[in-house]
């Protein structure tokens, strides 16, 4: 039994240690302390007029964040779907496409729309830098006549 | 008595067989496990922070930590060295986890397992229990019937 629990010990150690090991290396690296969570401030929206320039001149990630339905009805072109409520389910799909400072601009639809917010939220938590929202964003993206487009996520 | 003696053979080349079966099994979910968490530590960190049960500077040491356990203890199993310590690993992850799903059950939480990754996976509840008592069950019979290896 003795020599059991050593050997138990070491593949936990070991384990361990490879874990420690592969971070070091690992393009999907985390911090080895958590960092604190990110606060959500005012400043943290995008004015319409910003995020078109955005959307037309760089390399921004515009997410919807609501339902899958709403988002296959109608977004904002190019923008992929990460429904606040089913987060990490979605969240898989966009992963790889993202590093920690990438230009994000979240959205869902309504002045007081809660969804936006919530994804913003998490995506901070997760790292991500320069993540804003955009108020109200498919109302008032489609009313401008910015590019839309339907359909489920490609 | 050669009867008795001929049975006790078959009996125990059934228990052998249900002994290497299991240690697939269960060795190849823990591989699965961990390999499919090593694949996104951030969300998996994220999944650990929604369980609320540890200090927050903490999770991510443990999301870079254990997803690599789970894979060596699962390897051993699969590969057949070291099974009774494997098994042991196994035992004491599986009861780490079932505390872990109890409390988010008694809390009334309503968070993604984050056991293999998340795709497709619905809210933590007693199926997850269930699964995770076979897996601890199983663990312990491996455990007891394998022979300390030299």
Not at chain 2, 26 to 51: C, N, R, S, T
């Amino acid at each position: 039994m003795r020599r059991t629990i050593q050997r138990a010990l070491i593949i936990v150690v070991a384990g361990a240690a490879l874990g420690l090991l592969a971070n070091k290396v690992s393009p999907r690296a985390i911090p080895y302390i958590t960092p604190p969570k990110p606060k959500a401030a005012a400043s943290d929206t995008i004015t319409l007029e910003e995020a078109t320039q955005l959307w037309q001149t760089g390399p921004a990630f515009f997410i919807d964040a609501r339902p899958p339905a709403q988002y296959a009805a109608g977004h904002i072109a190019n923008a992929f779907n990460v429904p606040a409520e089913d987060f990490a389910t979605h969240y898989r799909a966009v992963a790889p496409m993202l590093t920690p400072d990438s230009q994000i601009v979240a959205y869902c639809d309504g002045m007081d729309c809660e969804l936006s917010h919530q994804l913003a939220g998490k995506l901070r938590e997760l790292g991500y830098k320069n993540v804003r929202i955009l108020i109200n964003g498919w109302t008032s993206w489609r009313t401008a006549g910015l590019p839309t487009q339907t359909g489920t996520q490609p | 008595m050669a009867y008795g003696r001929a049975a006790d053979t078959d009996g125990n080349a059934t228990v052998k067989r249900i002994n290497f079966l299991l240690r697939l099994a269960v060795g190849g979910v823990f591989v699965y496990a961990g390999a499919m968490k090593i694949l996104h530590p951030q969300l998996f960190a994220h999944e650990i922070d929604q369980y609320g049960l540890l200090p927050h500077a903490g999770i991510n040491l443990l999301a870079i930590t254990l997803p690599w356990v789970e894979l060596a203890a699962g390897l051993v199993l699969v590969l057949g060295v070291w099974v009774r310590a494997g098994a042991l690993v196994v035992t004491g992850l599986s009861i780490v986890f079932l505390l872990a799903i109890i409390s988010v059950l008694a809390r009334g939480l309503k968070i993604k397992c984050g056991c293999f990754g998340t795709v497709g996976e619905s809210f933590i509840g007693p199926w997850n229990l269930v699964l995770d008592i076979l897996l601890l069950a199983a663990a312990v019979w491996i455990c007891r019937g394998a022979k300390e290896e030299k």
